[in-house]
């Protein structure tokens, strides 16, 4: 039993409190990897039931990551598919039988609905790229990184702007990949992104999970975004795997955020001269706030590409629907 | 004048380097250098408003040639430009000549602003003062006239007369127009000379010594006026958060970005009226000036809260209103502001918070925008978002191809257009974006507009 949490722990929990692992799909997968290894190392402990007693031991993992970091949609949604999953299990089989089955329920799960829902969505997505355009995105999306190297793979010419926002400036790193493959690219931050609007013809943002009313919950500054996109006219596209979406429904991006570390706003790196709020701490009046996500209306959303293709955001509801359906078929 | 000009070169140095900073304090000496310019200028007896004017125009086109838009609170002399950060070739933050800055050179609008605004504020109290010297001597005449000779009334009538219709169109082309202005204009205002022609014309009639008495009123008066424009320029502020009480209330938010002395003097006058309420401040990266107006908030005993520029969408619907400060205001309402204050105009209009504007009026500016984003705009230095060393891993890897495959952009300032301004609070009070046009009228002369000639 301890051996399995130091796995957890090992694994994904420590990591996702590092920072090491971002982006709701790494999570994602990381967390089901360590599940996993948990039910391969699990024996079912003398009277008791293999789907009492697992689940109960999935729940005392998940509140182990809680405790590194809150959950993310996906995260949940992946362990409420893992929990139907122990519960649906017949009572007939033996552990061993369990055990396999469930391992390639997660594998299944990790094929199907994130790694193949992503070449699905870049196949859609690269069709809405011509010659020419030039592409806006938002801190860094797996999705929006493959689309990019996809499209650049098939020979379509554009250029990508990449916008960037303290404190994580993740965007760098997508800056980064991008550039080493030889896609041409602007960089800017996002005060600056009402300035670039004017050369932009198409935005791709990536999405942490979109809500059943059609608002996107993605990182912190992609309301930003798509407000001016939506201002200058220019077409907002999600990227977003049906995995994340979910039945919730919510308005403002301020219930049910997440927290980031303070200090992080107060220390500019690379930049010693800016050090006025370094005392922060000591100064009760003062307080630093650092969201992680925020609420992005459906409004400013002109299409969300998904696995079950290009859908506009009034059609989240219907995904959901059908997706919990598929959910107990599996 | 050879003290005047090592002043005025001493001076355009001074803005070519970026050694002044703030609207604020480059209007400050823009109008003392004037001033200085102005008591040291010899005049002679006839045309001494056209003297005056010429002076000051030589000045200030000397000044606003030297001055890009000037910027706030910035030491740092890098480059303006756009900066390409080659990823394949030696030059690697380069000064490009896009077609973007091409467009910039052509426009003569580019580069004025506070200083210009104050050269052409100066231009209207010349203006103004001559044509009040010039009023009252006309008066004088007629009384005189009427006096002397009571008999020759009616032949001494028409060149009085038509002094009064000269002054009239005078008046007409300073004053705003008015049905008043329209009504007084006689056909001859579209013979008659401008306002200092016409100064001559009753000089010409007036007793010579009356002339020596005269020129050195009008140098008196139009340096009294400039003093009084230096002090107004100086107590605006105060002037401004006079007004704070009315606009922010018991337990309200207030959401704040970029660093100006206006709001923060704005904010703690509510707060010494026994306000309690709570500011979010923007931290305005790349230049973090939130901050440098955060720790100054703090200071003053403020509940200041910290957010990234990113969450201002989603804290904007907790905001009660925006306040900011801006670093030019349009002829059109529009204003010239620190970068990312567009996209908090437009989070403020879609959770319908207001959006306020704190600015003096020397920050008035009686251009109408072009394409202000590119024109009225200054690209600061990329080594503020990207750090070289960062991307030197990435030399092998570049295309060869000659193009700069990494392009990195950091504009200084953004346009907010009109009719996201919900209330602009000046010194003169609060006004909606749409009446700016008509506070133009009061500070400055249409013939001042254009203070730059052309060479033809």
């Not at chain 1, 130091?6 to 999570?27: E, F, P």
């Not at chain 1, 594998?107 to 030039?134: M, P, Q, S």
């Not at chain 2, 022609?197 to 340096?223: F, Q, T």
């Not at chain 2, 107590?235 to 018991?250: D, K, M, N, P, S």
């Amino acid at each position: 039993m301890l051996t399995m949490a130091l796995y957890i722990s090992n694994q994904a929990g420590l990591r996702y409190l590092a920072g090491d692992i971002s982006g709701g799909n790494a999570r994602c997968i990381a967390m089901l990897e360590a599940f996993q290894e948990s039910i391969k190392d699990y024996s079912t402990p003398p009277e008791k039931a293999l789907i009492r007693d697992l689940t109960a031991k999935i729940n005392c993992y998940v509140s182990f990551l809680i405790e590194c970091r809150p959950l993310s949609i996906s995260m949940g949604n992946a362990i409420r598919f893992l929990k139907t999953r122990i519960v649906k299990l017949p009572l007939t089989l033996s552990e061993s039988e369990a055990k396999a089955t469930l391992l390639s329920d997660i594998d299944r799960f990790i094929n199907e609905k994130i790694i193949l829902a992503d070449k699905v969505i870049v196949r859609h997505a690269v069709t809405k790229i011509r010659d020419g355009d030039v592409l806006l995105t938002y801190g860094s999306s797996s999705a929006v990184e493959m689309i990019c190297l996809h499209a650049h793979d098939i020979g379509k010419q554009f250029r990508v702007v990449v916008v960037d926002s303290r404190p994580k400036l993740e965007g760098r790193l997508l800056l980064h990949r991008l550039v080493r493959k030889g896609i041409t690219c602007t960089y800017t931050h996002i005060n600056a992104v009402s300035y670039i609007m004017h050369e932009v013809n198409r935005v791709f943002l990536g999405a942490s999970s979109v809500l059943s009313n059609g608002t996107v919950y993605s990182r912190v500054g992609t309301a930003c975004v798509a407000m001016v996109a939506h201002q200058f006219h220019v077409p907002v596209l999600i990227c977003c795997e049906a995995y994340k979406f979910y039945e919730r429904v919510q308005l403002d991006s301020i219930c049910s955020n997440e927290l980031g570390d303070p200090d992080a706003i107060s220390k500019v790196p690379g930049r010693k001269e800016i050090n006025y709020l370094d005392d922060w701490a000591n100064r009760e009046n003062l307080q630093l706030l650092n969201l992680i996500y925020d609420a992005t209306p459906s409004d400013y959303v002109s299409m969300i590409i998904t696995d079950y293709g290009m859908i506009p955001p009034t059609s989240v509801p219907v995904i959901v629907r059908e997706y919990r359906k598929e959910h107990l078929w599996i | 004048m050879p003290d005047t000009h090592a002043l005025v070169n001493e001076f355009v140095i001074k803005l070519k380097k970026r050694k002044v900073e703030g609207s604020k304090a480059t209007a400050k000496l823009t109008a003392e250098l004037l001033r200085s310019v102005i008591s040291q200028q010899r005049i002679p007896h006839t045309n001494q408003a056209v003297a005056l004017i010429d002076a000051i125009k030589s000045v200030g086109e000397q000044l606003i040639a030297a001055n890009p838009v000037e910027r706030d609170g910035d030491k740092v002399t890098a480059a303006k430009v756009q900066g390409f950060m080659r990823t394949g070739g030696v030059g690697l933050w380069e000064e490009a000549t896009g077609g973007r800055e091409k467009e910039r050179e052509d426009g003569d609008s580019f580069g004025e602003l506070a200083v210009g605004n104050i050269v052409r504020r100066v231009l209207h109290i010349i203006r103004e003062e001559d044509l009040s010297l010039t009023t009252a001597a006309i008066g004088g005449l007629s009384l005189s006239a009427v006096s002397d000779d009571e008999d020759d009334v009616e032949q001494d009538g028409h060149p009085v007369l038509s002094a009064a219709a000269v002054a009239a169109a005078a008046r007409s082309t300073l004053r705003p127009p008015s049905l008043q202005t329209l009504l007084e204009d006689l056909p001859h205002s579209a013979a008659a000379p401008p306002t200092s022609s016409s100064g001559g014309d009753s000089d010409g009639k007036s007793k010579s010594a009356d002339k020596s008495s005269r020129s050195r009123k009008l140098k008196h008066n139009v340096i009294e006026a400039v003093n009084e424009l230096i002090q107004d320029i100086a107590t605006c502020h105060e002037q401004i958060a006079e007004q704070a009480v009315e606009h922010i209330h018991q337990n309200e938010v207030i959401l704040t970005l970029g660093s100006s002395i206006t709001v923060i003097e704005f904010l703690c006058a509510a707060k010494e009226k026994k306000r309690s309420f709570r500011v979010f401040v923007a931290e305005g990266a790349p230049r973090y000036q939130g901050h440098v107006l955060a720790k100054e908030l703090v200071a003053r005993g403020l509940q200041t809260t910290v957010i990234t520029d990113s969450a201002v969408f989603a804290m904007i619907s907790r905001v009660n209103m925006v306040i900011v400060g801006a670093h030019a205001v349009m002829a059109n309402g529009g204003i010239i502001a620190p970068v990312g204050l567009n996209m908090v105009a437009l989070a403020a209009q879609r959770h319908a918070v207001p959006f306020v504007v704190l600015a003096g009026i020397h920050k008035l500016c009686p251009l109408y925008p072009h394409n202000p984003e590119v024109l009225l705009n200054e690209l600061k230095s990329p080594s503020e978002l990207l750090d070289f060393g960062e991307f030197s891993d990435c030399l092998d890897f570049g295309s060869g191809t000659g193009y700069p495959l990494l392009h990195v952009v950091n504009p200084a300032f953004d346009y907010v257009p009109p009719k996201l301004v919900s209330l602009f609070i000046t010194d003169t009070g609060g006004h909606n974006a749409s009446y700016m046009y008509r506070l133009i009228a009061d500070y400055y002369s249409a013939d001042d507009f254009v203070v730059q000639r052309r060479p033809s």
